[in-house]
């Protein structure tokens, strides 16, 4: 794997409040927009941002379906601000902050596998042994993240945390992982070389919802197995989902595959029970400032 140059990560932002109910980022990103001290790098300029006022005045998710142009209007800001997408004004980095109701524990998440900075920059992390690499870049399941308007983004979803609770055990997670990937930034910027190295990631696969009646109301829970296992392996003919009325239904893929996202209460409105994944090794190149 060749050597790479990226160019200096100056202008840097951190997202909290995308969705509106998600503590943490909120507020870390609060804290920080107050004293920016903890999160000040020499060589970059880092600016905490609350992405979605009005959802988080409400502690809501989002704002209601007849307001929806409120959240597209705010997309745009969001472009205008930080991007535009794709052109070399774009912030060079975005962190996205998120809560997950299941048991995911620190995710980062990335949305391309060749990002050779922040391949290397998740290596570096990694220092968390806590710390997985989930990679979406799958054709129909990846969605548009206000983060992408960065050259590179970088999802971060820790949990289990329910919605609009902070708990102490998840705020300090996220804290010391946006520590280490900023300290990230600063080494590159002062002309650090990181060699070739490999990540571990777990690549999205599917989506799979829960079983439905023919009105389309769910008829089964996920199975008390499979509950709270995020990340470990599911073989065919593993217990998926029960019943209302006590029955086991099993997995029925081909191969064994690693669940996440499980019985994540936001994606009961997106048709979703949890994603499948498969584990994969990347490698990423050597990179240094140009």
């Not at 102490?168 to 997670?173: D, L, P, Q």
């Not at 002309?191 to 990631?201: D, H, L, N, R």
């Amino acid at each position: 794997v060749c050597n790479c140059v990226a160019l200096e990560a100056r202008r840097v932002a951190i997202f909290g409040g995308t969705h509106g109910n998600e503590m943490s980022g909120v507020a870390l990103v609060n804290l920080w927009i107050k004293n920016g001290a903890d999160i000040q790098r020499r060589g970059a300029d880092i600016k905490p941002f609350i992405t979605n006022p009005r959802a988080v005045e409400k502690c809501v998710r989002y704002e209601h379906a007849h307001e929806f142009p409120y959240e597209v209007r705010r997309a745009q800001e969001i472009n205008r601000m930080f991007g535009p997408k794709g052109s070399p004004e774009a912030y060079d980095v975005i962190f996205d902050l998120h809560n997950t109701t299941s048991n995911m524990g620190c995710t980062l998440i990335l949305e391309s596998s060749k990002d050779h900075f922040n391949l290397q920059m998740m290596n570096y992390i990694k220092v968390i042994p806590i710390c997985l690499v989930l990679l979406n870049e799958h054709p129909l399941l990846k969605y548009s993240t206000s983060r992408s308007v960065a050259k590179h983004p970088v999802g971060l979803e820790v949990g289990p945390q329910p919605q609009g609770v902070l708990r102490s055990n998840i705020f300090e997670a996220m804290r010391v992982i946006l520590k280490h990937a900023l300290d990230f930034i600063e080494l590159f910027n002062e002309g650090m070389e990181f060699p070739p190295c490999t990540v571990e990631v777990f690549r999205v696969s599917e989506r799979i919802d829960y079983p439905r009646d023919a009105n389309g109301n769910i008829i089964a829970m996920v199975h008390p197995n499979l509950q709270d296992c995020d990340w470990e392996p599911l073989n065919p003919g593993d217990p998926m989902f029960q019943t209302f009325d006590g029955k086991t239904i099993p997995y029925q893929g081909s191969c064994t595959v690693y669940p996440t996202f499980i019985n994540e209460a936001a994606y009961y409105e997106k048709q979703q029970a949890f994603v499948t994944t498969r584990r994969e090794t990347l490698a990423a190149s050597g990179i240094r400032k140009a």
